[in-house]
């Protein structure tokens, strides 16, 4: 098997979980993500998101300028 | 209870609280939600670019 | 400079982790912090998108108004 | 239900948990201990221990002595 | 494979070394096997306490 | 003293964790770090009990000898 990249598909009900990997000592069982890979999982999320969102919103603001314009014309 | 349907699953009580930050939720959990939450602003985002295209195409037939 | 250096170290800027040396490994945020994080930041961003398309909407009755 | 104190019984093969709740949002799923509670625990753990051994190991030695004369004489 | 005999269960790929670090074991895990351990060497602790009291009663009846 | 304290902050001494204030909350070992640190605790402990077991039973025979 190879390491799950996207949320898989879950049952009805049920809540989506990635990244985990079985331990060979059985005793430790499913190893996850520790909380310095998540902070940085989310933080370059975050900063994805918000570059997009600093690029539209110019790009909607100028539409709707041009909009208001063709609107009072 | 769920430990019927499944003898490898555990019961545990409800947390109170004041549980949240000495217990917290398992890292695959939480990179699951994470990953299903940026997938869906990511789609937002798509819809705004789209609509953005649509809208212009509209704007340059309309001049 | 060596105080703002050891300023730096106290707040632990720029670092994944911090580590105090007492056998334990570095020490990362717990998944409660970053659950907390998140929480924080979603609502936000997603307002901002959901503004940005209603506003895209409005302004796509608009042109259909004037055709 | 009151929180597990203990390690439970478990079926042959199963490995121990404890400590565990479910939080409300079903989201969440179970919630475990930090490593700051587990650090605290095992160093707890560790002190107890390690002062035990520490009143138990005079005690053996002087018996060991003991012994040693007796088995001498 | 579990997750025939338990539809909640999850499976997942085996850990490679460097994984070890990067991801880590439930917390609940960690407290049950710290406790499990622990339980051992207070056994043994009890144990010691004990084999000291015999022996102390042997050696009285052997002075 | 304020040099010491300074250090002791860098270091993290008697801490049970360290903050980046970076909204994330309290950094904390992480489970890997704390299985270490009881992997590296356990054997020490685990043969000192045992060596003094060993030896009360050498004594228990000596002694049973002796009778």
Known sequence: ?73 | TRSEKCATEKEWPFCTDDEWGPKCPSGCRIQGLMEKYDHDLLKKVEKIRSLLDQNRAKHRSAQ | FLLASVQAQIRGDNLASCSQNDGFGKYCPTTCGVADYMFRYLPGVTTDLMDMERSLEIIANMTTDTE
């Open chain 1, 1 to 73: 098997t190879t390491t799950v990249t996207g949320p898989q598909e879950q049952e009805k009900g049920e809540q989506p979980e990635t990244g985990g990997c079985t331990h060979a000592m059985e005793e430790m069982g499913v190893l996850c993500p520790n909380g310095c890979e998540l902070k940085t999982m989310i933080q370059k999320q975050e900063k994805n998101v918000k570059t997009s969102i600093g690029e539209l919103r110019p790009q909607v603001n100028e539409l709707a300028r041009e909009s208001n314009n063709i609107f009072n014309y």
